[in-house]
């Protein structure tokens, strides 16, 4: 297959061969989607507190050391792979799954602030 692009700054033509469009899995999909899940330390709280488990997580936080309570309480923002998320959702019983944290994100993402 012939490609060709045309960079639009400089209007210069570029063509390639290519024996076979790459496609992307469905698990690289799923990577790249739970990699631009970010959401605010209140839409996440709300989220929780929706989904029942709000207490149940600021238990861990209060168990947990100095520098995660800190995390936990001064963090802007939590991202969905971040290690501190993995930490509370296996600490939780029961467990987080990714299934879960997806869930989790997606509704916490759509919470307006």
Do not use: H, Y
């Not at 989220?47 to 168990?63: P, S, T």
């Not at 100095?66 to 969905?80: G, L, M, V």
């Not at 019983?93 to 602030?113: C, N």
């Amino acid at each position: 297959m012939t490609i060709t692009t045309i960079n639009l700054k400089t209007g210069e033509r570029v063509t390639s061969q290519n024996d076979a469009p790459s496609f992307v899995t469905p698990a690289e999909v799923l990577a790249q989607e739970r990699g631009s899940m970010v959401a605010s330390a209140m839409q996440v709280r709300l989220a929780l507190l929706a989904a029942g488990r709000l207490d149940e997580v600021e238990a861990i936080v209060a168990a947990a050391d100095t520098a995660t309570q800190i995390a936990w309480d001064k963090a802007t923002e939590f991202r969905r792979l971040s290690p501190t998320i993995a930490a509370f959702a296996a600490l939780a019983s029961p467990p987080f799954s990714d299934e879960d944290l997806d869930a989790l994100f997606t509704a916490a993402m759509e919470i307006e602030v």
